[in-house]
Nanobody, 115 residues
Framework: VQLVESGGGLVQPGGSLRLSCAAS????????MRWYRQAPGKERELVAG????????SYADSVKGRFTISRDNAQNTVYLQMNNLDRDDTAVYYC?????????WGQGTQVTVSS
């Protein structure tokens, strides 16, 4: 089982990034997918989630209206489009696949928002 995040980097405040998470080794379409983030000295927090078929999404209040989660079950990939980034979005972003029985995690990708 693998979840491989990509797309992180350094971006200026107000900028955008698109994170991707490529999944393999399990039946992707049967898992809800989530993005978490962890900033230095803080607990990991749930940022966005999407149901297995993609019909239900949820967002943390801090990112509503700025972040969009999406998935492509044919490509076994989940995305996080992040717009209007600010310094408080700086964190390591993790991809998470969850079913009723088990959860898988990626290794994380760093997002740094700085001028």
């Amino acid at each position: 089982v693998q979840l491989v995040e990509s797309g992180g980097g350094l971006v200026q405040p107000g900028g955008s990034l698109r994170l991707s998470c490529a999944a393999s080794g399990f039946t992707f379409s049967r898992y809800a997918m989530r993005w978490y983030r962890q900033a230095p000295g803080k607990e990991r927090e749930l940022v966005a989630g999407m149901s297995s078929a993609g019909g239900v999404t949820s967002y943390a209040d801090s990112v509503k209206g700025r972040f969009t989660i999406s998935r492509d079950n044919a490509q076994n990939t989940v995305y996080l489009q992040m717009n209007n980034l600010d310094r408080d979005d700086t964190a390591v972003y993790y991809c998470n696949a969850v079913s009723s029985r088990i959860a898988y995690w990626g290794q994380g990708t760093q997002v740094t928002v700085s001028s």
